[in-house]
């Protein structure tokens, strides 16, 4: 199953990747090598110029504000959907109630928007939850699946809320949206994944402008050419284990990702059944910017 991921990228890094969006002044960004349900990490949300409270706003000033602020923003949220359900529900089916066998052939609807307490989030509280990779296989051997060419950090899609704790405090909070696996998770034995938005459709993901149809088409399986997994340690398996060596390699990638020199005729990848990603490779998560 997956229940976790990293977000290891650097501040400027993640700023660069998403129209410069940024914290709330004064807040420190926190990165992580083990975010797990209960955690609080970061989402990307839309800015004033995307945000349902522009409506009724004066002309002038909406002109105004959204010339000068970003079209995105980054809050920090907890993981784990509040206020929603009876329960804080960490992962949201993209199916709803439906593909309870989770064919990965399955072409029904996202039925997600048919279930009474997602019909209003699902059209106009969408996140994306900021990821570099996720962890697949916690309760038996886990992998750390990532994107290929260094396509990181990059969005789950997540739906998020605001509600109030005993107290009265707010809490906003966010959750994760699955849908069937694809061939390589299905490969590790799983046959759920988190749905990844492609870079291409952030920004429709975002906004609140689009239709259901449009949302809903979103919803579906990365595909699994532009992925690549390799074994990690057991002890990310702790919540409280957190540091670069809960992500290091203790095997090969699942996948060969190294090229035969250039020749006349093509660029070829050589097929061998695994190669391991370089100490450097692992080090240098979240490093570049």
């Given at each position: 199953m997956f229940d976790r991921y990293i977000l290891a990228s650097s501040y400027q890094r993640i700023r660069s990747k998403f129209d410069m969006a940024s914290l709330p002044e004064g807040e420190?960004?926190?990165?992580?090598?083990?975010?797990?349900?209960?955690?609080?990490?970061?989402?990307?949300?839309?800015?004033?110029?995307?945000?349902?409270?522009r409506n009724g706003m004066n002309p002038v000033l909406k002109a105004f504000f959204e010339?000068?602020?970003?079209?995105?923003?980054?809050?920090?949220?907890?993981?784990?959907?509040?206020?929603?359900?009876?329960?804080?529900?960490?992962?949201?089916?993209?199916?709803?109630?439906?593909?309870?066998?989770?064919?990965?052939?399955?072409?029904?609807?996202?039925?997600?928007?048919?279930?009474?307490?997602?019909?209003?989030?699902?059209?106009e509280q969408r996140c994306l939850v900021l990821a570099d990779a996720f962890i697949v296989g916690i309760d038996k051997r886990p992998y750390l699946v990532y994107m290929k060419n260094k396509k990181r950090p990059f969005g789950f899609a997540g739906l998020w809320n605001k509600a109030n704790d005993t107290d009265g405090n707010e809490i906003y909070s966010f959750g994760i949206l699955t849908t069937v696996a694809n061939p390589l998770i299905r490969k590790l034995g799983y046959d759920r994944m988190p749905v990844i938005i492609p870079e291409y459709s952030e920004r429709r993901w975002l906004s609140i402008s689009n239709t259901l149809s449009q949302v809903l088409d979103m919803l579906k399986p990365y595909p699994a050419h532009l992925l690549n997994a390799y074994p990690v340690s057991e002890s990310i398996s702790n919540p409280a284990n957190n540091d670069?060596?809960?992500?290091?390699?203790?095997?090969?990638?699942?996948?060969?990702?190294?090229?035969?020199?250039?020749?006349r005729k093509r660029v070829k990848p050589v097929r061998e059944p695994m190669d391991s990603p370089t100490m450097g490779e692992v080090a240098k998560m979240g490093r570049e910017g």
């Open positions: 420190e960004y926190i990165p992580s090598y083990n975010i797990a349900p209960g955690h609080t990490a970061y989402v990307i949300i839309p800015g004033l110029n995307e945000s349902p409270e010339e000068r602020k970003p079209s995105k923003v980054i809050r920090s949220f907890n993981f784990g959907l509040q206020g929603v359900e009876k329960n804080t529900v960490n992962f949201i089916r993209a199916e709803g109630d439906r593909n309870q066998s989770n064919d990965p052939h399955y072409t029904g609807s996202k039925a997600i928007f048919l279930k009474p307490h997602y019909k209003k989030i699902i059209r670069l060596s809960v992500i290091q390699p203790v095997g090969r990638r699942l996948y060969s990702e190294k090229l035969e020199p250039l020749s």
